[in-house]
């Protein structure tokens, strides 16, 4: 249980550290590489610590003046500049006058991406963009944000990757960005970035690669040897690419990069106003005061792993995805999405007997965390990994596990939805869902009431069932409806 956070008397420190301790029980194991989503963990010795005094250090500057703290300035030029030169970009390169921003994450990098995009072309009324449908939700949050449309291009159901044909066809007049991945979040695949960055050029649009994901492990996969198609500044028309550090580059959360091949490009980012009566505001950013921390844990993570320090981490990750996408292939029953040329294993069920979210729940239970995706258009429901070079040492008892969870799986059968539910979810329209039924169906889906303290019942394979027969409408009001009950306040 939570206490109070506004007690009448303060709480003395170690008192108020063992509460989090104690509530973090609660949590999945963020160390330990047995999880496979939300946290990027390297396994590095003493990493934790260093980035913890960086991040002490400087959580109390703030970027919202960077003549007041060139300390900040100075750090966040040389994240830049890293991500810069990674990437194809810097002094002797094709792309030499690349510039960049820090943001607190991947999806601030990439709303103001849009952003550029749009204020750029001032003279196009309704702004378009043109997104892979494997692109990152974010697109659409920054194009719901901004008043942007979005122009959805399908995947090929194989190679789980946009036509460059069906991108350039999507283009239009008033399409202000095209939009690639390298690679997907979803199944860790590199779009076709040359053909698409070409197309837009064609047509005079702004290129964005999203490598928030992947662009701090791609350029050592291809040192290593992998097949990485080019991606980055070295490819012709393309005018910006986001990286974040809080994933592979293994910084604590609130630090991505937003690049653009040159400042011109860059310049719509940024918004001043000097209208009014108290200090100039010129934020590069979403974000206008901004805490140091995160910018300062970055540059000392960076700066201790260093470069042959990432060319040894990405080893260990490639390593463990190739075994853990040989256990997987030793599953009958299961297929690889993809094969895996980045950092993610993603499977689906070839059998009907073998339900794929209660397999999620059999992981789980034998400690493995991973990560159900549900089934879109033509595109089965999945399951991801993303694998990090801490789970290396883990990999051999993966396979012996999944084996175990997979029986046990299909011993269980696959989720029988109550008929009534699945008729609901069936014809249900997102509007006709009322709090009263929504608090209904959350209580008879245990949401709420974990054993182990979490809000989430022990075994989610119903809720997801429940979400899978779903339209996306009514998934996306679902998905609201049940995070809003769970955010009320404690007294
Ligand atoms: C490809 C890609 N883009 C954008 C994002 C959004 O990043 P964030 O969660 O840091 O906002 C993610 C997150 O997983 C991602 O994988």
Not at 28 to 56: I, K, M, N, Q, W
Not at 334 to 357: H, K
């Given at each position: 249980?939570?206490?109070?956070?506004?007690?009448?008397?303060?709480?003395?420190?170690?008192?108020?550290?063992?509460?989090?301790?104690?509530?973090?029980?609660?949590?999945?194991?963020?160390?330990?590489?047995?999880?496979?989503?939300?946290?990027?963990?390297?396994?590095?010795?003493?990493?934790?610590?260093?980035?913890?005094?960086?991040?002490?250090?400087?959580?109390?500057?703030?970027?919202?003046d960077p003549t007041a703290f060139p300390s900040l300035l100075a750090m966040e030029n040389a994240l830049v500049g890293a991500?810069?030169?990674?990437?194809?970009?810097?002094?002797g390169t094709t792309a030499p006058d690349v510039v960049g921003s820090v943001t607190s994450g991947g999806t601030e990098s990439l709303i103001l991406a849009v952003k550029a995009a749009r204020d750029a072309r001032p003279a196009v009324e309704r702004?378009?963009?043109?997104?892979?449908?494997?692109?990152?939700?974010?697109?659409?949050?920054?194009?719901?944000?901004?008043?942007?449309?979005?122009?959805?291009?399908?995947?090929?159901?194989?190679?789980?990757?946009?036509?460059?044909?069906?991108?350039?066809?999507?283009?239009g007049p008033d399409t202000v960005l095209v939009v690639c991945s390298a690679p997907s979040y979803a199944h860790g695949v590199v779009d076709p970035v040359e053909a698409i960055a070409a197309a837009a050029a064609a047509a005079g649009v702004r290129c964005h690669v999203d490598a928030c994901f992947g662009g701090w492990t791609l350029p050592w996969l291809r040192r290593l040897g992998e097949p990485v198609p080019a991606f980055d500044f070295t490819v012709p028309g393309?005018?910006?690419?986001?990286?974040?550090?809080?994933?592979?580059?293994?910084?604590?959360?609130?630090?991505?990069?937003?690049?653009?091949?040159?400042?011109?490009?860059?310049?719509?980012?940024?918004?001043?106003?000097a209208d009014w009566p108290g200090y100039g505001m010129i934020n590069p950013v979403i974000t206008s005061t901004r805490s140091g921390g995160p910018i300062a844990a970055a540059y000392a993570t960076l700066r201790h792993i260093g470069d042959d320090g990432y060319l040894?981490?990405?080893?260990?990750?490639?390593?463990?995805?190739?075994?853990?996408?040989?256990?997987?292939?030793?599953?009958?029953?299961?297929?690889?999405?993809?094969?895996?040329?980045?950092?993610?294993?993603?499977?689906?069920?070839?059998?009907?007997?073998?339900?794929?979210?209660?397999?999620?729940?059999?992981?789980?239970?034998?400690?493995?965390?991973?990560?159900?995706?549900?089934?879109?258009?033509?595109l089965p429901a999945s399951v991801h990994l993303t694998v990090t070079a801490s789970v290396a040492p883990r990999v051999a008892e993966f396979g012996p596990d999944l084996h175990d969870a997979v029986a046990a799986a299909r011993a269980a059968g696959p989720v029988?939805?109550?008929?009534?539910?699945?008729?609901?979810a069936g014809t249900l329209t997102p509007e006709a869902l009322t709090p009263e039924l929504v608090a209904g169906l959350a209580a008879s889906l245990g949401l709420g009431g974990g054993t182990g303290g979490g809000p989430l019942p022990d075994r989610a394979a119903v809720i997801n069932r429940l979400l899978d027969a779903a339209p996306v409408r009514l998934r996306e009001k679902l998905l609201v409806e049940f995070v809003s009950l769970l955010q009320r306040p404690s007294y």
């Open positions: 249980m939570v206490n109070e956070a506004l007690p009448e008397k303060g709480v003395p420190a170690e008192q108020v550290l063992d509460e989090i301790r104690g509530l973090r029980a609660a949590d999945r194991p963020t160390h330990g590489g047995r999880l496979f989503a939300y946290v990027y963990d390297p396994a590095v010795p003493g990493l934790d610590e260093l980035a913890a005094s960086a991040h002490a250090l400087s959580a109390h500057v703030n970027g919202l991500a810069a030169k990674l990437l194809g970009g810097g002094p702004p378009r963009i043109v997104v892979p449908v494997s692109g990152h939700a974010a697109f659409a949050k920054a194009a719901h944000y901004l008043g942007v449309a979005l122009d959805l291009v399908p995947v090929d159901p194989v190679t789980l990757r946009p036509a460059p044909e069906a991108v350039a066809a999507a283009i393309v005018t910006s690419i986001s990286v974040d550090l809080h994933k592979y580059a293994y910084a604590p959360k609130g630090v991505s990069v937003l690049l653009h091949r040159d400042a011109t490009l860059r310049a719509p980012q940024y918004f001043a106003y040894e981490l990405v080893r260990q990750t490639r390593d463990a995805v190739r075994a853990l996408a040989d256990a997987v292939q030793g599953v009958d029953g299961l297929r690889l999405m993809a094969g895996p040329e980045s950092t993610v294993v993603c499977f689906t069920s070839t059998d009907p007997g073998l339900d794929l979210f209660v397999l999620v729940d059999e992981l789980t239970a034998r400690g493995w965390h991973t990560q159900p995706q549900l089934s879109y258009g033509e029988a939805l109550p008929a009534e539910l699945l008729a609901l």
